[in-house]
């Protein structure tokens, strides 16, 4: 969305300034107009103005960026400091040219009188539905230090598994990667060679031989672009199937069927949906809204379907439990004990507790599964060059009638 720099006359006839985000020049005025400024001057932002790059190519923020900045309001609130002079201070300390505009435009706005909460919806890169949902709890109850105190702790902790799983697959991939070089190396280059020094002695090649020098001319002739082609299609295909209603539940139907990362990911969903729901409630938010912000952000369609069901429940003054057992995502064990906090009025320490220890449980399945795939991996590259070797060997053998 377009930002646009603004010059204009607030109330008592004070001069202010500033930068807004919206769709047009038209309706920067109306939401200037909308807070009891006028503007006399907007003019859009444009280029290198906007944080150095080019409208497509505008990046998310940072997640360490965005957990400091955070962990700073935090301490800035929680020592007494007000809203607008905290801004002010996390404003002079930012060096990403994009977040310092967002972060004056949002102090700008606070100074006018909008709340901190509407003015973080409209930087959704940087704020999603949870971030949002904890600041108007902390605006409304007064306790908005403890909440960004809260709210970084949890990001903190997100990052934390995904970090470990990205991790465990750091080793996996760079062997793939090296092998999938050497293989195509291998094929593209010496076994081509060596055939046609055989094919020109007049002697016929082995048939594993044959076969990769066929694997050869597929790769290095204009069929690799068919194959490149058909591949990309049906990637963007998939793509489009999967963003469509019944896409998304067959996939993650399918996901949560996978032997072994099945039961892996419905760990993480679990987890996931637990340690939100247990933050939400422990901030404040009441039950309903809380449901209703936890199933934006599942990544699960089926415990996104599970939990609205669990919200008109709660709507029509029955439990949460039932739903979250039928869904097939949650184990009846998990879902006991979800309907046991919820009638002790423990419901956040419990959820707390699952979701604690559903992520030790995940660490030690990702270690596992690490420790499998890794030899694995090195069992199929080495058997994949060992063919390539043989279809080299062989050739040379029968040349030198010794085979």
Not at 88 to 102: A, P, Y
Not at 184 to 211: D, M, R, Y
Not at 265 to 275: C, G, L, N, T, Y
Request: charged residues 20%; contains cysteine; aromatic residues 6%.
């Amino acid at each position: 969305m377009p930002r646009y720099h603004y010059i204009a006359v607030a109330a008592g006839g004070k001069k202010a300034k500033g930068t807004i985000t919206a769709e047009n020049a038209y309706a920067a005025r109306k939401q200037l107009r909308v807070r009891d400024i006028h503007p006399t001057n907007v003019t859009e932002i444009k280029g290198r103005e906007q944080g150095g790059q080019l409208f497509f190519f505008v990046r998310k923020s940072g997640k360490s960026q965005l957990i400091d900045f955070t962990k700073q309001m935090a301490t800035l609130l929680n020592s007494g400091i007000k809203l607008t002079e905290a801004l002010s201070v996390l404003i002079l300390q930012t060096s990403d040219t994009r977040f310092k505009n967002t972060l004056t435009d949002i102090r700008d706005r606070v100074v006018t009188g909008e709340s901190l909460t509407d003015a973080l919806k409209d930087y959704s890169d940087y704020f999603d539905v949870i971030y949002v949902s904890m600041v108007r709890v902390g605006e409304v109850t007064g306790s908005l230090g403890a909440n960004f105190a809260a709210i970084a702790g949890f990001m903190e902790k997100r990052q934390k598994v995904e970090s470990k799983i990205i991790t465990a697959m750091i080793y996996p991939a760079i062997l793939i990667t090296f092998a999938l070089g050497v293989v195509i190396f291998l094929t593209t280059a010496v076994i081509p060679t060596i055939g046609k020094q055989i094919q020109n002695s007049g002697q016929e090649l082995p048939w594993i031989t044959q076969a990769l020098m066929d694997v050869s001319y597929v790769l290095t002739s204009w069929w690799v672009l068919i194959l490149i082609g058909s591949i990309v299609l049906i990637v963007w295909s998939t793509k489009r199937f999967v963003a469509t209603e019944k896409g998304a539940y067959l996939r993650d139907r399918f996901l949560l069927a996978l032997p072994s990362f099945g039961p892996l990911i419905k760990q993480r969903v679990v987890s996931r949906f637990a340690s939100t729901l247990s933050t939400l409630l422990g901030s404040g938010l009441p039950m309903a809204e809380a449901l209703r912000v936890v199933s934006e952000v599942t990544g699960n369609i089926l415990m996104r379907d599970a939990i609205k069901q669990s919200r008109d429940r709660i709507l029509a003054g029955a439990d949460i439990a039932t739903p979250l057992r039928d869904s097939g995502v949650i184990d009846p064990a998990i879902a006991h004990m979800v309907s046991v906090g919820e009638k002790s009025g423990e419901l956040e320490t419990m959820l707390r507790n699952i979701s604690e220890n559903l992520e030790a449980h995940t660490d030690v399945v990702i270690e596992r599964l690490s420790a499998a795939i890794e030899p694995v991996i090195i069992i199929c590259v080495a058997a994949i060059v060992g063919v390539i070797a043989l279809a080299m060997v062989l050739p040379i053998l029968k040349l030198s009638g010794q085979f």
